[in-house]
């Protein structure tokens, strides 16, 4: 009963929490392709055609600052160990560390030189861009700030730069600019924590303007990278968060499904106590005094 | 004959150390045989079932929850665990098992002096039967499948903070590893039904353990700690989901075993419920009549010989003169 007191008004605070959560969800890779390529979608990804494309989006709910631009990719796992294990931290630490690339094979040196950073996860690295405009106005994206600050810190180091990075044939992700040091490429710092499910979200960028509702946001968007060799999805994100997170019901109807559990638990043992009641300490239970002659 | 029988106990003495040197136990004195018997027999077969038992639930609960997440890597044997939390889980859920094993007593030892009728729990082997082995078990997988599922969707692939954060791996992997810890040791304390401080510094012990190991794992040069670095205080701690997740699934796992200890304390007790219940409502004090019958009853004369063989037949005349009724 305790239980069921406690967790229904915490199921009802968290639902609530999640439906004030505002999320528009726009899959985009089939639709980005032009028609004449809709058969052959890895050899369009793959050429040098215009891979430019706008979409449409419209809000629906009123959606307060900041809104949080997220991608989504389905059917890709950063989650196989192999995947996991090809990175190099003592790399991206410190400078000194620049050929420490064992653990990154294949991805580990290109043209005889080792490639900072290396390994898988860095080589495949997410290049599809956005450009957001509403009433021909851009719309800023914030992209300061959109990693964890212990990564910033102290995990890509400050006088890390990249170099020999997607210079080999095969080209798996975006390139990164030589200039600017690792703890500054949040992009790759957010790609670099490996996601748990093959369906994931990661973040892009903060737009920091309210959205009313029945506004159209034009996004201007790179379809460049290939999902379609693996049947994967590609989805733009644009969510607002609650103090609890982004939109998931399932919280708060777990806690009223286990609240309602135990309410209906207590009730039916008060129901079994009031109709067959056992006096506590009664020695008539005993298994002696149960089956009297005998065990 | 000491070395044949399924526990031989050999008395030293004048003759000589040689029964001593062939026996399972020794005592020094033959009165010392009834208590060995009547109460370490009895807390002795007690203790081993239910920890037994436990270590089933517990290493099910836990190993399924990893082939559960293979499923969703392509099978390819990525652990949804860090290295150092595996190696933790020997010490922190490990630890209050040992003391359920070495100290529980689910009725004091005068008691089973009284009443060595309790004592025939151990050979009708009511605590170790097929049907409580699988029972735990299936706890077990009850208990791994709430986790892990409860944890994917509750974490599926929105912000888990209002800073508009997703979650990786090792945030999934932490909270799922927290959940497990809070369930196992809130059910193992379920069970027990004798506390000392030994066990109550194990099992919380244990979870505040787990907290102090996660801060001073991630304050480790990311060197050691990768991707757990400051993983609870940066990214965990500060998150209200973290929190209501553990407490949710912590909840829920225990559910089913409540409900059944419930439900058997209600309406079918055993006897050491029944006599745990007289002591703690000091009904043996009040009602000394009371007590001192039911230890009579409680006895049962002797088994073997003539006498013995007429009075079983009595009794099983009486038993089916009684379920006629």
Known sequence: MLVSIVFIPIGVVSLFASRDVVEIIDQYE???????????????????ANKTCTRRLTVTKLMKKPIYVYYQLDNFYQNHRRYVKSRSDSQLKDNSGWDEVSSCKPEDMSNGQPIVPCGLIAWSLFNDTYNFSLNNQQLAVNKKGISWKSDRDRKFGRNVFPRNFQNGTLIGGKSLDPTVPLSKQEDLIVWMRTAALPTFRKLYGKIEWDLQPNEVIHVTLENNYNTYSFSGKKKLVLSTTSWLGGKNDFLGIAYLTVGGLCFFLALSFTVVYLVKPRRLGDPSYLSWNRNPGGH | MIQEADIGVGISGVEGMQAVMASDFSVAQFRFLERLLV?????????????????????????LTLFYFEAFTGFSGQSVYDDWYMLFNVVLTSLPVISLGVLEQDVSSEVCLEFPAIYQQGPRNLFFDWYRILGWMGNGLLASLIIFFLNIVIFYNQAFRIGGQTADMTALGTTMFTCIIWSLNIQIALTMSHFTWIQHATIWGSIVTWYLFLAVYGALSPDISGNAYQILVEALAPAPMYWTTTLLVAITCNLPYMAHIAYQRCLEPMDHHIIQEIKYYRKDVEDQHMWNREQSKGRQKTKIGFTARVEAKIRLLQSKMHKKQ
């Open chain 2, 39 to 63: 109460v370490h027999g009895h807390w002795c077969y007690k203790r081993i079932a239910q920890m037994i038992c436990y270590f089933f639930y517990k290493n099910i609960a836990f190993g």
């Open chain 1, 30 to 48: 089939t639709e980005c392709v032009p028609q004449n390529f809709r058969n052959d979608k890895v050899s369009f990804i793959q050429s040098n």
